[in-house]
């Protein structure tokens, strides 16, 4: 019996080991075939390395004031090129040699240029339009200005030459001992005629005239500048001009003595200016703590109404009668806590390289126009101003049952005539109106949207504007220039194609670069007349770099909403080296509106969120969702109205099952999703809504709690209540649903990051979600950005590389990099520099 127990022990025992040698085996070879996320594909798009082999992309003009030539730079991977384009006899020749310009300067710098590298900074057209000037900045060290030991800190630096070039004689000038005007400091508000500068001070309104403002661009600290006190009951969130927002406490009583910026509009003759000022004493204080600045960490204590909270800003509006030196509050009132604006003028193109560009308010020397809007939004009221008496006037209404918006009027012949953008018929028009207000005529109609007015052509009686939407068979977000006669006949599409365009067109209104792409296409520029003639072709971008790469266009889709009606748009972004046998995870990059949604529409430069994610291993993919955007019909703008939490949800799950339907590619049991702000708040909520759909999420910056975010925007887009008593006063509630309460449904992997010093989005909105996850007992990762605001700054690089860890341990499921202390960081090479 014995033996037998034996021998059964000795045959178990080589069973078990033959079984352990065979597990051993299968785990071996498990191992070997583990899933890897490319990080070395992913690395070679990182924004330092996209920036040496993407140049540029499209034509920015600089007309010029005495003719309508323009002139523009143009980078390729062969250097930099500028030229001069005069579109009346449509000819365009480079402005000098660069080689010939190269050899003078090194002849006289003594640094070594050539064709291809020429460092111009500065570049201007001389008044007359026949020379131009430059900077070239040596490696030659001497003593700043306004130093005089060549050994304190920060006391040396490196020469800068200027010169001039006459166009027509190709001829080089040295200027030499030439003092450059220091920049002006951006605390001066100056008048049109130059006579008087206002600025801030301690909460009050200052000014001083030309010749000690003469002194004070050259040094600030001249005791023998002479300023005169304007305004003295001014005082902290109180203020006339800056309460130095976002500077933190020790700064802020460090900088009130010192001349702060005075947002001021002026009259076209310099008699007058206007001035909003926001009484915001009672509204609570909020704090954000900077636990890495240099010593103590410093507290900054900050104003910010909360939405539904009683304590409001109070607007006024200021006017200022500067000959005199008086002023006095306008009497704006007409709706509880309501807030005012003056628009300011619009500006010439010509007057782009301007120095001194004055603010002016829109209206003329008797007459400002403002707006007015109510808590609720629902009310906006266009007004204006008169001068000589203080009175108010309404012009024109909007009244809506979801929120009113408006757009900056266009003046016809001094204010005779407005042309009014507006919802009202349910999608974005513009309507003429009499100086009065009384409506003459809608200018356009129909199912599509109007953005911009780009000119007015008084004497024709012409509008030029932008619109999307109408042209059949093209994404409805492609955006194109039209002209329309004021009456509302010959409408006509100046600058067709099934391409996303935007534009430049001169003061005169006779011609306009046209610059346009798709999201798959290289982006071209071409010159075109106002009546969309094309005069000449300018640019085409020069991809070659990065299509060297194996970059491959990412690809525009459509889709259905949830409802399986609406259309929505987007794109999908492919990993390089796709290979259409595999099963690849998805993931979507989120923003849910209201003001935009993240699909871009053109060729962009900016691939950190999609092509680069996309190279670890997956489809990425952004699409709209009802709600999301303003650049369709109200109803679609306005979807979201009173459901600010779940309203994009449903449509981004039916766009991912769609997809995945198509495409055998996608494996729909690994979707992630991602997003910053409100796509920070988005993809949690996903998580938390569908827990058993969305796999995988990182949060950055997310307004997760919408109760404690700002009250315009979450008043605004998603409502709150206006409740007048039976005695007549005006109360506000506001009730939203929030990420935090949904904290239990959490199944899959949630990483949450925010910046600690985010004024924008509290930390708060990511730290309540982090306390309800805890108390439902859910495991999560919790990431703060040391020192960040909202965007997070420097330390971007690394959010990224967090972000796409977490995806590739638990979508792609490589746990490789889980034990490394370093992140691999992808920009490691020390770009190379001139001393």
């Not at 661009?217 to 001014?234: A, M, R, Y």
């Not at 109007?450 to 955006?479: Q, S, W």
């Not at 409408?491 to 067109?505: Q, R, T, Y």
């Not at 949830?562 to 259309?567: L, M, N, P, R």
Request: charged share 25%.
């Amino acid at each position: 019996m014995k033996k037998l127990y034996i021998l059964f022990l000795l045959m178990l025992s080589v069973c078990f080991t033959a079984f352990s040698q065979s597990k051993t085996f299968t785990l071996t070879e498990t191992a070997a075939a583990a899933p890897k996320a490319n990080y070395q594909l992913a690395s070679r798009f990182s924004p330092n390395k996209l920036r040496k082999i993407i140049y540029s992309t499209a034509v920015d003009p600089h007309w010029l004031k005495l003719s309508t030539r323009f002139w523009y730079e143009y980078e390729s991977p062969e250097g930099k090129e500028w030229y001069i384009v005069d579109p009346a006899s449509r000819n365009k020749k480079k402005l000098f040699d660069n080689a010939k310009l190269a050899a003078e300067i090194t002849t006289i710098i003594r640094d070594p240029f050539d064709a291809q590298h020429l460092p111009l900074e500065n570049l201007k057209f001389s008044a007359d339009e026949k020379s131009i000037s430059f900077e070239v900045r040596s490696t030659i060290d001497e003593l700043k200005k306004d130093r005089k030991n060549k050994k304190d800190a920060d006391s040396m630096q490196k020469k800068v030459f200027y010169f001039n070039y006459d166009i027509a004689v190709a001829k080089l000038t040295e200027v030499p001992n030439y003092a450059k005007p220091k920049a002006k400091p951006n605390w001066g508000s100056v008048a049109p005629d130059s006579s008087a500068i206002i600025f801030s001070r301690n909460y009050n309104l200052y000014w001083m005239d030309k010749d000690n403002y003469k002194k004070a661009v050259k040094n600030e600290e001249d005791s023998t500048i002479v300023e005169h006190q304007l305004t003295k009951n001014g005082e902290k969130f109180y203020a006339y001009g800056s309460n130095g927002d976002g500077e933190n406490n020790e700064e802020n009583e460090k900088n009130n003595k010192k001349r702060r910026r005075a947002y001021v509009l002026w009259s076209p003759n310099s008699k007058y200016f206007v001035l909003n000022r926001s009484d915001s004493r009672k509204v609570k204080d909020l704090w954000v703590i900077n636990n890495v600045a240099p010593g103590r960490p410093t507290l900054e204590t900050y104003k910010y109404q909360m939405p539904g909270e009683a304590e409001a800003p109070i607007d006024e509006m200021v006017l200022f009668n500067f000959t005199d030196k008086t002023y006095k509050k306008l009497n704006t009132a007409a709706f509880k806590d309501q807030t005012v604006s003056a628009w300011g003028a619009p500006s010439l193109n010509k007057d782009r390289d301007n120095e001194f560009r004055p603010s002016i308010w829109l209206g003329n020397n008797s007459k400002i126009y403002f707006q007015r809007t109510s808590r609720d939004l629902k009310r906006i009221d266009v007004c204006t101003i008169d001068i000589n008496t203080g009175a108010v006037a309404p012009l024109i209404d909007e009244r809506f049952n979801t929120y009113v918006e408006v757009n900056r009027p266009g003046l016809v012949n001094d204010g005779k005539e407005i042309i009014h953008w507006s919802e009202r018929d349910g999608w974005a028009h513009f309507y003429l109106f009499d100086s009065n207000g009384k409506l003459k005529n809608q200018i356009t109609k129909g199912a599509f949207h109007c953005e911009n007015i780009v000119n007015i052509d008084e004497k024709n009686r012409v509008l030029y504007f932008t619109a999307n939407g109408r042209e059949p068979g093209e994404d409805p977000y492609y955006y194109h220039l039209y002209r329309i006669n004021f009456d509302g006949t010959g409408i006509k599409l100046l600058n067709p194609g099934d391409f996303d365009h935007a534009v430049s067109m001169n003061d005169e209104n006779k011609y306009f670069i046209n610059n346009f792409s798709r999201v798959n296409t290289v982006p071209k520029s071409v010159l075109m007349d106002n009546n969309g003639r094309k005069l000449m072709d300018l640019e085409t971008a020069d991809l070659s770099l990065l299509m060297a790469t194996g970059y491959k266009f990412p690809e525009p889709f459509k889709v259905k909403a949830d409802d399986g009606i609406t259309d929505i748009y987007g794109v999908m972004y492919k990993p390089f080296d796709f290979d259409p046998n595999k099963k690849y995870p998805i993931i979507e990059y989120v923003y849910p509106g209201p003001q935009t949604e993240a699909v871009n529409k053109s060729f962009s430069k900016s691939m950190d969120r999609t092509e680069r994610l996309a190279q670890f291993g997956y489809i990425v993919v952004t699409v709209g969702n009802r709600g999301g955007n303003p650049a369709r019909s109200k109803w679609y703008h306005t979807y979201g109205y009173g459901n600010l939490r779940d309203y994009g949800l449903a449509d981004k799950k039916a766009a991912v099952e769609q997809l995945a339907d198509r495409y055998s590619y996608i494996d729909a049991s690994r979707v992630g999703i991602t997003g910053h702000s409100g796509g920070g708040f988005m993809s949690t909520a996903a998580m938390l809504v569908y827990p058993d759909f969305f796999k995988a999420a990182v949060s950055n910056a997310g307004n997760h709690d919408n109760s404690i975010y700002n009250r315009w925007w979450s008043e605004k887009h998603h409502g709150v209540k206006e409740i007048i008593s039976a005695k007549g006063d005006t109360t506000f509630t506001y009730s939203i649903d929030k990420n935090p309460d949904l904290a239990k449904n959490l199944k899959g992997h949630l990483m949450l990051m925010t910046g600690d010093v985010d004024n924008n989005v509290h930390p708060a909105n990511t730290i309540r979600v982090a306390n309800a996850l805890m108390k439902a007992g859910k495991r999560f990762d919790f990431v703060i950005v040391p020192g960040q605001r909202h965007a997070f700054g420097d330390l971007t690089e690394y959010a990224f590389w967090k972000l796409a860890d977490h995806f590739n341990k638990y979508l792609i499921g490589d746990f490789s990099k889980s034990d490394e202390v370093n992140i691999v960081e992808i920009d490691r090479e020390i770009e190379q520099k001139r001393p």
